[in-house]
């Protein structure tokens, strides 16, 4: 008992080991995929953000510049009319194009740093699609690498104790079904020493049936013989 108990604690505590290693591993493992993939969506949240602000300033740089040809036809219109007024509509046009320029340098920057970020995010997203494949494979493989360790110890010396433990035991119960009278047959279960009228009414019960199938086996045989001697029918005389 002393012996199953070290044994049962020895295999217990190597497997909780394991256990435990694997799960901080995978623990370790997973907390940095669940980081990765916060910091991929937040990339790609201000990344979109950051398209939409681009595209908000194209938009606003095509506005303009509709604008300002606006002024410049203005301004040549006028020109015959009043030189005053036509001007003033080149000033229009000029803080019009003062403003293009400006959101044009502001755009470029912005497309840069869009560029930046679409590279990111897609680094982000291949590093958290390496990570999770990697945690798999070596989980699996730690799984398989601890099993076969268990398996080794139990076909080692611990294992040998535990067969000396186990044929221990099944003498002592052969022994207590000894002492009983009792017996164990694979085929038929537990047997005891006052079953003989049973036996022999499962002999006598298997003695009819073989009778009973003897005698079918004849009968088909005699009709089957007498089916073959039957004379052939003729037809009258022409």
């Known amino acids: 008992m002393n012996t199953l108990k070290r044994l049962t604690t020895t295999l217990i505590a190597t497997v909780d080991r394991t256990v435990a290693s694997m799960e901080d591993h995978e623990a370790v493992v997973a907390a940095a995929i669940r980081e990765s993939r916060k910091a991929t969506a937040r990339a790609r949240f201000k990344l979109n953000r ?31 009319v009043s030189r005053e007024d036509a001007v ?3 000033a229009h046009r000029r ?11 502001q755009l470029e920057q912005q497309k840069k740093l869009e560029l930046q970020s679409i590279k990111t995010v897609e680094r982000l997203s291949d ?10 494979q ?7 690498a601890e ?12 294992g040998l104790e535990i067969d000396d433990m186990l044929d221990r035991w099944e003498e002592s119960v052969f022994e207590t079904e000894a002492h009983t009278g ?26 009819d ?18 089916e073959t001697t039957k004379p052939a029918v003729h037809g009258g005389a022409s």
């Open 127 to 136: 590093k958290v699609d390496v990570l999770n494949s990697k945690r798999t």
């Open 147 to 158: 099993a076969m360790d268990v398996m080794h110890r139990l076909e080692g010396d611990d």
């Open 95 to 105: 803080r019009c194009a003062d403003r293009i320029e400006s959101l044009t340098v």
């Open 50 to 80: 950051l398209r939409a602000e681009n595209q908000r300033l194209t938009n606003r740089i095509d506005a303009l510049q509709v604008e300002a040809d606006k002024w410049q036809q203005r301004a040549i219109s006028l020109n015959e």
């Open 182 to 207: 009792s017996g164990f047959d694979a085929s038929h279960g537990y047997t005891s020493a006052d079953d003989l009228p049973e036996r022999l009414a499962n002999e006598e019960q298997q003695l």
């Open 138 to 144: 070596l989980a699996t493989r730690a799984a398989s």
């Open 88 to 90: 003033n509509c080149i």
């Open 209 to 226: 049936l073989q009778r009973e199938l003897d005698a079918l086996l004849t009968t088909t045989v005699t009709e089957t013989e007498g």
